[in-house]
């Protein structure tokens, strides 16, 4: 990606700290270790695997922000540890034939909107190690109400804009997700698991996705506000964990220090914020029920 976008995601503190607390938190299950990064960006992941011990690290970035990550991985005197492969991680060669751990921050938009997870679920059939690891090893997707009125009168403010009725935009934007922090205490109702995903297991078919949902009023909400009698947006966030699966699955799980990461309205705003919904109508808030379909996208 650009030099911008990927400074954006760097300075995503919940973001890049969450996968330096996985990698640094269990450095025992990184000494020595081979370790993929796919979908390198910058090398930062690697770079944590390296600290953490990692014997190998091979960066894999198929733009052209490979060069400026080897630059970095000069700079920051890991030169001989991570190396840095430039191309399509389904179309390179390693020069080993398995590897101990996978890292990628592989997540877009509503989790799986423009991810990397196609490649990653390559990368685990192709070169893991029977008892590697992933990080992260586990996602999951949610789906909640939320009062969200300033975004619902953005977009309603489009039948006056400069003297011109611009409704037909303001049509149009409703029928496409939004991506906006709608921040804490936001949300009314309970919320709907839509997506679940083991990443030792998941295929890349479960992204295609439909999921049926109930959703219940909250009884009480903080800071004082009252129970919505209505909904007119839908937000999805999600968490993404790490050594959070089975012991069956991860037998090193038993001795790492479990984490996660939740872009819940609730917690720090990070660059993925939540994806909003608008209804085309306002629903009660104590009948709200349907059924949600997503694809993976590109």
Known sequence: GTAWVQAEML???ARTGAFRDAILGNRHLFEGKVVLDVGAGTGVLSLFAAQAGARRVFAVERSDMAEVARRIVAD????????????LLEEVELPVPSVD???SEWIGTFLIHESMLDSVLYARERWLAPDGLLLPDRATLYLGGVEAEQQVADLESWGDFYGLNFTALGAAWRRVASQQCVGPGALVTDHAVLLDMDLYRASVPEQQFSARFSLRPLASRPFGRKPASEV???ASWFTFGFFNVSASRCSACASAKPSE???HPDEVCTHWQQTLLFLRQAAPASSLAGASGAGAGR
């Open 232 to 234: 007119r947006v839908l």
């Open 11 to 13: 300075q995503d503190g």
């Open 76 to 87: 920051s005197g890991y030169a001989g540890v991570v190396e840095v492969i430039r191309g």
């Open 101 to 103: 751990i996978i890292v």
């Open 261 to 263: 990461l939740s872009t």
